[in-house]
T-cell receptor
Framework: EDKVVQSPLSLVVHEGDTVTLNCSYEVTNFRSLLWYKQEKKAPTFLFMLTSSGIEKKSGRLSSILDKKELFSILNITATQTGDSAVYLCAVEPRGSTLGRLYFGRGTQLTVWP | DAGVIQSPRHEVTEMGQEVTLRCKPISGHDYLFWYRQTMMRGLELLIYFNNNVPIDDSGMPEDRFSAKMPNASFSTLKIQPSEPRDSAVYFC??????????????FGEGSRLTVL
């Protein structure tokens, strides 16, 4: 069965620290991997990755995919209290399950001032 | 655009009652998804539609759950009869298909259901 595993489950850091969140997956016929940030309400989109080795960046956040080793990382540099949230990783397979996203359980990040 | 709109935001009901959750996707989006989120299981896909047609309902837990999309701007998720284990946050999401797939999902703010 396809699955997505995120680590760590939770992380507590101080403002200014750099964090790395991990996502590994086992999905047949991989199509894309997506990262979402969920604060108190709806998940909001961060990145979509489809190609290995190409880093996507948005401000202090960046992400990269390794399709050979089946994992992705999400880096956040110079963390701020506003980065506190659950970060979700999701993988979309191709083929008969096209359109179905498999989500990991998420990493709960807490940034203390 | 107002984004994906869900109602009600909160619902508290008693076991055995019928529950109907509603969703208005973003105009122009051709995919609509219903997800359920719990502490124990995280986000789980229940069903999704493409151009109003149900494509994959394998995540619907049992016959008590049903979903419809009568037109491009409205979908419902119904639970009848409801049970305490159905308590969760139900998210609706929509997307515009890219290269044959759904692309980035836009989530509504969720409907928090509590079944007593």
């Amino acid at each position: 069965e396809d699955k997505v595993v995120q680590s760590p489950l939770s992380l507590v850091v101080h403002e200014g620290d750099t964090v790395t969140l991990n996502c590994s997956y086992e999905v047949t016929n991989f199509r894309s991997l997506l990262w979402y940030k969920q604060e108190k309400k709806a998940p909001t989109f961060l990145f979509m990755l489809t190609s290995s080795g190409i880093e996507k960046k948005s401000g202090r956040l960046s992400s990269i995919l390794d399709k050979k080793e089946l994992f992705s990382i999400l880096n956040i540099t110079a963390t701020q209290t506003g980065d506190s949230a659950v970060y979700l990783c999701a993988v979309e397979p191709r083929g008969s399950t096209l359109g179905r996203l498999y989500f990991g359980r998420g990493t709960q990040l807490t940034v203390w001032p | 655009d107002a984004g994906v709109i869900q109602s009600p935001r909160h619902e508290v009901t008693e076991m055995g009652q019928e529950v109907t959750l509603r969703c208005k996707p973003i105009s122009g989006h051709d995919y609509l998804f219903w997800y359920r989120q719990t502490m124990m299981r995280g986000l789980e896909l229940l069903i999704y539609f493409n151009n109003n047609v149900p494509i994959d309902d394998s995540g619907m837990p049992e016959d008590r759950f049903s979903a419809k999309m009568p037109n491009a701007s409205f979908s419902t998720l119904k639970i009848q009869p409801s049970e305490p284990r159905d308590s969760a946050v139900y998210f609706c999401a929509s997307s515009f298909g890219l290269a044959g797939g759904p692309g980035e999902l836009f989530f509504g703010e969720g409907s928090r259901l509590t079944v007593l």
